[in-house]
T-cell receptor, first 111, second 115 residues
Framework: DQQVKQNSPSLSVQEGRISILNCDYT??????FLWYKKYPAEGPTFLIS?????DKNEDGRFTVFLNKSAKHLSLHIVPSQPGDSAVYFC??????????FGTGTQLKVEL | NAGVMQNPRHLVRRRGQEARLRCSPV?????VYWYRQLPEEGLKFMVY????????ESGMPKERFSAEFPKEGPSILRIQQVVRGDSAAYFC?????????????FGPGTRLTVT
C-alpha cells in the first residue's frame, strides 16, 4: 500500500532547462510536504517544503507546487545545473513527526 | 557545526550476529528518527525517539529490533540475530524542539550487509 508515489524513476534534462519532478499521494490528511535530494552514499538533504495551506513555495531555483484537489506535488528546478544530478525524494507527513517517502526520481542534468 | 553523525558507515555481519548502529544528532536536537532504505526503494520510517522515550515505533519490526536514545550518549538501533533481509542502508535523522520538526536532518547512513 504505497501512500506516496513517484512514477518516474528517472528524468534526463539539458543544462539550463527546467526540471519537473512529480509526486502523487493518496491520503488527504497529509498536511506538510517536503522534497529531499540524495547523492550516492550520502544521507538525504532537505531542499524545500510546503504546508497544505499554500499552493506554492519558492526558494531560489527551486519551486514546489501543491495541488490538493489532485493530491499532486511537483518540484521545479530552473535553470537546471549539472550539480543537481541526484535522486529526489518527496516526503509527506500528517501531523506527526513520521515522514513517508516516495521511491525517488533519479535526475540527470546533461551538459 | 557538526551535522548528524552515524557510525559505523559500513557494517558486515554474519547471519545470527547482532548489529549495533549509532547516531549522534545535531547538537541541541532532542528528536531522533530512524529510517531504513532497502535496495531500489524509498526510505521507510522505523522509530521516533526523544531523550529516554520512544514516541512512535510503528515502523519497527516486532521482533529482533530495538532502539534507544539515552539521556547521555548517542541513539542506538540494535538488530539481534540478523538475517539477509536486514541488509539495507539505515539512516538516522534529527530535528530541533519547536520550529518545523517535519524538517529532519539526515546523517550519512550505515550500510549493513548480512552475509
Amino acid at each position: 500500500d504505497q501512500q506516496v508515489k513517484q512514477n518516474s524513476p528517472s528524468l534526463s534534462v539539458q543544462e539550463g532547462r527546467i526540471s519537473i519532478l512529480n509526486c502523487d499521494y493518496t491520503n488527504s490528511m497529509f498536511d506538510y510536504f517536503l522534497w529531499y535530494k540524495k547523492y550516492p552514499a550520502e544521507g538525504p538533504t532537505f531542499l524545500i517544503s510546503i504546508s497544505s495551506i499554500k499552493d506554492k513555495n519558492e526558494d531560489g531555483r527551486f519551486t514546489v507546487f501543491l495541488n490538493k484537489s489532485a493530491k499532486h506535488l511537483s518540484l521545479h528546478i530552473v535553470p537546471s545545473q549539472p550539480g543537481d544530478s541526484a535522486v529526489y525524494f518527496c516526503a509527506v507527513t500528517g501531523g506527526g513527526n513520521k515522514l513517508t517517502f516516495g521511491t525517488g526520481t533519479q535526475l540527470k542534468v546533461e551538459l | 557545526n557538526a551535522g548528524v553523525m552515524q557510525n559505523p558507515r559500513h557494517l558486515v555481519r554474519r547471519r545470527g550476529q547482532e548489529a549495533r548502529l549509532r547516531c549522534s544528532p545535531v547538537k541541541g536536537h532532542s528528536h531522533v528518527y530512524w529510517y531504513r532504505q532497502l535496495p531500489e526503494e524509498g526510505l521507510k520510517f522505523m522509530v521516533y525517539l526523544q531523550k529516554e522515550n520512544i514516541i512512535d515505533e510503528s515502523g519497527m519490526p516486532k521482533e529482533r529490533f530495538s532502539a534507544e536514545f539515552p539521556k547521555e550518549g548517542p541513539s542506538i538501533l540494535r538488530i539481534q540475530q540478523v538475517v539477509r533481509g536486514d541488509s539495507a542502508a539505515y539512516f538516522c535523522a534529527s530535528s530541533p524542539d519547536g520550529g518545523h520538526s517535519y524538517e529532519q536532518y539526515f546523517g550519512p547512513g550505515t550500510r549493513l550487509t548480512v552475509t
